[in-house]
């Protein structure tokens, strides 16, 4: 078994219910507007992903981002390990084309986060052993936001992902409040859902809605 299945990282991670991953691209308010609200609302968790703006740019906007969660929630961000390391962020999440594991753990450090993302089980079983600290599951459903994610693998996946492997699972793609409660009830640990939460007047509405949502599930289970 993993020793990573023991570690702090995992347990802590096996604890957040709602997961923010930033869009400005799609933002109505702005992302330190998003993440103000969603830290606000109770999310324990925050990744910056930034596809449009300079290093420059995305240094101060992580730096930001940082303060805003300090002492209350979890900072990542996302593929730019160096900005992730410029801001002393609590990790990076990467994705299958990007750096290997074993490569930004040995820049990051044993302390730090690392997520990555994961589209099935052959490529879990795999992540698992490479050291990550938690997988990103998706795309549970089709979804416009991420133009080459491919098509929804339905929620069903994420019971069968999880009974191979030991890490938190973090369920990705096309979730909304009409399709939330069946991939918490197949088994993830969290949930993102981007569009639904950042396209809307009220992102501390919506992120409360979620996280009351999972947490009603967990504790029937
Ligand atoms: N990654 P929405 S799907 C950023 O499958 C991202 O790895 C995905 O946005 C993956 O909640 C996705 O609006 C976009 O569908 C998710």
Redesign the pocket.
């Known amino acids: 078994m993993n020793q990573k299945d023991f570690s702090w990282k995992s347990s802590l991670l096996k604890e957040i219910d709602f997961y923010l991953?930033t869009?400005s691209g799609?933002s109505k308010k702005g992302t330190l507007s998003d993440v103000k609200d969603a830290v606000e609302s109770g999310c324990r968790i925050v990744q910056y992903?930034e596809k449009d703006k300079s290093t420059k740019e995305m240094v101060e906007e992580a730096s930001e981002i940082k303060r805003i969660c300090s002492g209350r929630a979890i900072f990542l961000v996302?593929d730019r390990i160096d900005v992730a390391l410029a801001v002393d962020a609590d990790g990076v999440h990467i994705?299958q084309d990007d750096m290997p594991v074993e490569t930004a753990r040995k820049l990051l450090g044993e302390d730090k986060i690392i997520g990555l993302?994961v589209?099935d089980r052959e490529e879990a079983v795999l992540a698992e052993k490479s050291g990550t600290d938690y997988l990103?599951?998706?795309?549970?459903?089709d979804?416009?936001?991420?133009k080459d994610?491919?098509k929804g693998i339905g929620s069903l996946k994420i019971r069968e992902v999880k009974d191979a492997i030991k890490l938190p699972v973090v369920a990705?793609?096309?979730?909304?409040k009409e399709n939330c409660e069946s991939v918490i009830q197949n088994g993830a640990d969290s949930l993102?859902?981007?569009?639904?939460?950042?396209?809307s007047d009220d992102v501390k509405r919506e992120t409360k809605y979620f996280i009351d949502m999972i947490q009603r599930i967990k504790k029937h289970e």
């Not at 990103?136 to 459903?141: E, R, S, V």
């Not at 990705?172 to 909304?176: K, M, S």
């Open positions: 991953v869009d799609l992903r996302n994705g993302s589209n990103g599951l998706g795309p549970i459903f979804t416009a936001t991420k994610a491919g990705i793609g096309g979730i909304n993102v859902a981007i569009s639904a939460v950042v396209c």
